[in-house]
Every structure is written in C-alpha cells, then in structure tokens.
C-alpha cells in the first residue's frame, strides 16, 4: 500500500486530503508540526510527504532536507501559501519533487501525487537476474523464469507481475496499482484478472506461502525466511 504523511496545521484541509487521498486506496498519516513529521519519516516507511513550509519547531525547508537525508527515494510535494518565486526554488533546489500554492484544487494535487508516485516506481531498478529463492531465478534479459534450474513458461504478463511484486518486496501492492502498471487500466473491483494470474504463479513458480491476497486491497510478496 502506498502510505503518505501530510504535515500542515490546517486541520480542515488535512482532513479534506485525508478523505480524498483514502478513497484512491492510500494510507494516511497526518501531523501538524516539523520534528513530529521527521519523527515518523524515521520510524515508518513513507513513499511520500506532502508538507508546509510554515511547520512549527522545524521549518519546510530544513525538514526537506532531512528527508532526503532519511531516504532520497521518497517523493516530497511542498504545498504552502508562500508564491515568491526564490522560495519556490529554494525548495526545488534543497530536494522537493514538486510546489503547489494554496488556494489549490484537490484533483489538481491528487494529480501532481500520481505523477510523483509513477516517478518513485521508475527509480526502482530492476537488476538483469533476479534470485528470489535459492530454488527460483528470473532472468529480466531474457525474461525467463527458472525453477531448481528448469525453465518455466511464463507469459509477458505474468512475468511482468512476478517481477513487479518482487521489487517491492514485503510492502502491500493493491490492485489498483498492479492494473495501472501491470495491465495500464484503471481498477474494476468485478474484474478478476489479478487473481487469475496470481494463481497461476503461485503455482508454477512455488510461491503459495510468498504470493499473499491481502483481502480487499492487493497483494504482498513476502521474503522467505533464510535457515542457517
């Protein structure tokens, strides 16, 4: 699941946010001051922060910084009453991904967030052999899979969607994200295919305790447990 942290100290728009961002299938966590933000950056995984440069006890652009310095891959979207030009760079130049000005649309900055998170998959570097299990081997040149090093047919989807859960490894992936970049159509909750495939790969690839359904939300590839 993808999980946001919006730091302001609007209430009515955090919870605004909160409402809109939960009904695209997110997680939300909300705070309303600098240091309590850093805190749970360091202490939970984030994909991305939307924050105020106005934060009490530790200023937008400090608190950016250490972001980075947390993690480089999370994606920060500034969003603050402030349009001087110099603070918009000083922002963009200390590691914000994006800076949208209040008043704003909230379908504008569900936008901008889409846009930043299809950003954060690209950065995810899909190395030519991928070792799953002692037993299981992908091979992205070639794109196939072998298991105790016999090949095994999988179709182009198929291997796309092993791959893609494999790289994001122990984190719920759901639904609507596989279908945007799995299949590039928007999710339907009638439309089965996911599980179809799923199974499928559970079986060829003996997967059955590693490819996990979270009911309701998606699927979570899961790291088996290494016996010394």
């Given at each position: 699941m993808i999980n946001i942290l919006i730091a302001d100290t609007n209430e009515e728009l955090k919870k605004g946010l909160e409402y809109d961002f939960k009904q695209q299938g997110y997680s939300i966590k909300l705070c309303d001051d600098g240091m309590m933000a850093l805190n749970e950056i360091k202490n939970?995984?984030?994909?991305?922060?939307?924050?105020?440069?106005?934060?009490?006890?530790?200023?937008?652009?400090?608190?950016?910084?250490?972001?980075?310095?947390?993690?480089?891959?999370?994606?920060?979207?500034?969003?603050?009453?402030?349009?001087?030009?110099?603070?918009?760079?000083?922002?963009?130049?200390?590691?914000?991904?994006?800076?949208?000005?209040?008043?704003?649309?909230?379908?504008?900055?569900?936008?901008?967030?889409?846009?930043?998170?299809?950003?954060?998959?690209?950065?995810?570097?899909?190395?030519?052999?991928?070792?799953?299990?002692?037993?299981?081997?992908?091979?992205?040149?070639s794109r196939n899979a072998y298991l105790n090093d016999e090949q095994v047919n999988l179709s182009k989807l198929e291997f796309d969607l092993i791959v893609y859960l494999v790289i994001n490894c122990n984190r719920v992936v759901t639904r609507n994200e596989l279908m945007k970049n799995i299949w590039n159509y928007e999710f339907d909750s009638k439309n089965r295919i996911i599980d179809v495939y799923a199974h499928s790969l559970r079986n060829k690839l003996n997967l059955k305790d590693q490819l996990l359904s979270k009911r309701g939300i998606g699927y979570i590839f899961v790291e088996r447990k290494k016996t010394i």
């Amino acid at each position: 699941m993808i999980n946001i942290l919006i730091a302001d100290t609007n209430e009515e728009l955090k919870k605004g946010l909160e409402y809109d961002f939960k009904q695209q299938g997110y997680s939300i966590k909300l705070c309303d001051d600098g240091m309590m933000a850093l805190n749970e950056i360091k202490n939970n995984r984030f994909d991305l922060v939307i924050i105020d440069l106005d934060l009490p006890s530790l200023g937008g652009i400090e608190l950016i910084q250490k972001i980075k310095e947390v993690d480089v891959k999370i994606r920060v979207i500034v969003l603050t009453n402030r349009d001087d030009e110099m603070d918009i760079v000083l922002g963009l130049e200390n590691g914000a991904n994006d800076y949208i000005t209040k008043p704003f649309s909230p379908r504008v900055l569900l936008a901008r967030v889409k846009v930043a998170l299809r950003e954060l998959t690209t950065m995810l570097e899909v190395p030519s052999i991928i070792k799953i299990n002692d037993d299981l081997v992908l091979d992205n040149n070639s794109r196939n899979a072998y298991l105790n090093d016999e090949q095994v047919n999988l179709s182009k989807l198929e291997f796309d969607l092993i791959v893609y859960l494999v790289i994001n490894c122990n984190r719920v992936v759901t639904r609507n994200e596989l279908m945007k970049n799995i299949w590039n159509y928007e999710f339907d909750s009638k439309n089965r295919i996911i599980d179809v495939y799923a199974h499928s790969l559970r079986n060829k690839l003996n997967l059955k305790d590693q490819l996990l359904s979270k009911r309701g939300i998606g699927y979570i590839f899961v790291e088996r447990k290494k016996t010394i």
